[in-house]
C-alpha cells in the first residue's frame, strides 16, 4: 500500500474518539486487500507522532484510552474552550460530579449502589451524566430486578486524559482516610 501514514492520518483526522491499532490494521487490510502488519502501523503511528509534536502544529497524536488521537496541545485549550464555549457546556453540578467519582472508582456499578453511597436520589445526576457521554451502560446486574451497571465511557477517559480506569488517582492520595487525617490536615 502506498502511503500507509497517510492513510492512518487520515483514518485518525476523521476519527472523533482514540483508535486503535487492531482498528486501524481492520480497515487498511480490508481496503488494501492484504495484511497490513502491525509493527507497520506502529511504526507509521511513530512517525505522526513525531511529526506532530513540531511546535509548528497545534495538535498532536496522542496514545490514549488504548489507541491513537489527536488532539489539540496544552497551549490552545483555552482559545478552543472560548470558541466552543465548553466552560457552560462541560460544567457539571456537584451532585453530579460526585457521582461521577463514585461510578469511577467502583465501575461497574448499579443507579442503587450509588445511592446508598450517596444516601440521596441520583436519577437526575445519571441522566445528565449519560446525556455528555461521560458514562456508559455496560450491561446488567445478575442482582434481583438486573438493574443497569454504569461505567465511564471512551469520552470520560480521552476528557480526563486516562488510558484506563487504573490510571485514576488513588483515593488516598486525594482524599482523607479518616477523621484522625482530617483533623491533622486542617492543623
Known amino acids: 500500500m502506498e502511503n500507509v501514514l497517510l492513510h492512518i492520518e487520515a483514518i485518525l483526522f476523521a476519527a472523533n474518539q482514540a483508535v486503535s491499532i487492531k482498528e486501524l490494521k481492520a480497515c487498511l487490510d480490508k481496503l488494501e486487500e ?32 488504548g489507541g491513537y488521537r489527536f488532539l489539540s496541545k496544552g497551549n490552545y485549550h483555552k482559545t478552543i474552550s472560548v470558541y466552543m464555549n465548553q466552560k457552560a457546556k462541560r460544567r457539571l453540578s456537584n451532585a453530579a460530579m460526585e457521582t461521577l467519582s463514585i461510578i469511577a472508582y467502583k465501575q461497574p456499578i448499579t443507579k442503587a449502589e450509588i445511592e446508598q453511597i450517596r444516601g440521596v436520589n441520583c436519577d437526575y445526576s445519571v441522566q445528565k ?59
Open 129 to 187: 451524566l449519560l446525556e455528555k457521554e461521560l458514562i456508559s451502560i455496560e450491561g446488567r446486574s445478575n442482582a434481583p430486578g438486573r438493574p443497569i451497571l454504569y461505567g465511564t465511557s471512551q469520552q470520560f477517559m480521552d476528557y480526563f486524559g486516562l488510558k484506563s480506569p487504573k490510571d485514576l488517582p488513588k483515593l488516598k492520595d486525594v482524599a482523607p482516610q479518616n477523621e484522625h487525617e482530617i483533623g491533622q490536615a486542617e492543623e
Open 34 to 65: 492484504q495484511d497490513i502488519s502491525a509493527t507497520l502501523i506502529k511504526e507509521q503511528l511513530e512517525l505522526l507522532m513525531n511529526k506532530f509534536n513540531d511546535e509548528y502544529y497545534s495538535f498532536e497524536l496522542v496514545h490514549i484510552s
